[in-house]
Each structure stands twice: as structure tokens, then as C-alpha cells.
Nanobody, 124 residues
Framework: QVQLVESGGGLVQAGGSLRLSCAASGRIFGFSGVGWFRQSPGKDREVVVV????????YWLDSVKGRFTFSRDNAKNMVFLQMFSLKPDDTAVYYC?????????????????RGRGTPVTVSS
């Protein structure tokens, strides 16, 4: 089994920054892709970023391009989402997710595993 545990969410004012972390454990070898998605009440799930495990392909949600960065520490089995210039529309629960089955690197990416999520609230 795979366990993903997110941390780093919280309350921040518009224009502020947050760094989300995700620690992976278990049978994590053989992933096809990893990323973050978010969910807020009344809105469809949005894939924020998804990257192929090889790192060759990456998809970004248009509304966060240039404001968020994604990084990985493979040695520590961790991934990060650094968020800058946060806006109220970024308010959501953010989930770290990964897949070991074939994955679409795009907005319709589906994941085999996800964490419990970490809430991000951006006040105006």
C-alpha cells in the first residue's frame, strides 16, 4: 500500500505564500505520475499540477501558472507545492496524489492514491 501525508496548509492573506509538503511511504516504486489536485465546495476537482514520474511531462492549471512551483525530493520520497501570490480563488483542500497505473498528464488526470488533504484558505 501507499500512504501520502500532506502538511503545510493554513490561513494566509491574499498575496501571501504557502509551501505544501507531501511525504510518501509504502510501495512507491513504479509510480507513473505524481501531483496535486484541489477541491473546494461547489467546484469541480481541479488538477493543479501533475508530472510524469520521469519528469519529462508536466501539466499546470492555467490559473496557477507562474505563481506555483512543484518540486520533488526523490531521496526523501517527498513532493512539494510552493504557492506564491495566493488569491482567494485558491482556497481549497489540496491533495497530494500519485498513480502507478498509466496516467494522463493533463487536467483529466486520475490518481490511484491520494492523501487526506490539507486545507488552504486565502483571505481577501
Amino acid at each position: 500500500q501507499v500512504q501520502l501525508v500532506e502538511s503545510g496548509g493554513g490561513l494566509v492573506q491574499a498575496g501571501g505564500s504557502l509551501r505544501l509538503s507531501c511525504a510518501a511511504s509504502g510501495r512507491i516504486f513504479g509510480f507513473s505520475g505524481v501531483g496535486w489536485f484541489r477541491q473546494s465546495p461547489g467546484k469541480d476537482r481541479e488538477v493543479v499540477v501533475v508530472e510524469s514520474w520521469s519528469g519529462g511531462r508536466t501539466y499546470w492549471l492555467d490559473s496557477v501558472k507562474g505563481r506555483f512551483t512543484f518540486s520533488r525530493d526523490n531521496a526523501k520520497n517527498m513532493v512539494f507545492l510552493q504557492m506564491f501570490s495566493l488569491k482567494p480563488d485558491d482556497t481549497a483542500v489540496y491533495y497530494c496524489a500519485a498513480s502507478s497505473s498509466p496516467i494522463t498528464i493533463g487536467p483529466s488526470a486520475t490518481f490511484d492514491y491520494r492523501g487526506r488533504g490539507t486545507p488552504v484558505t486565502v483571505s481577501s
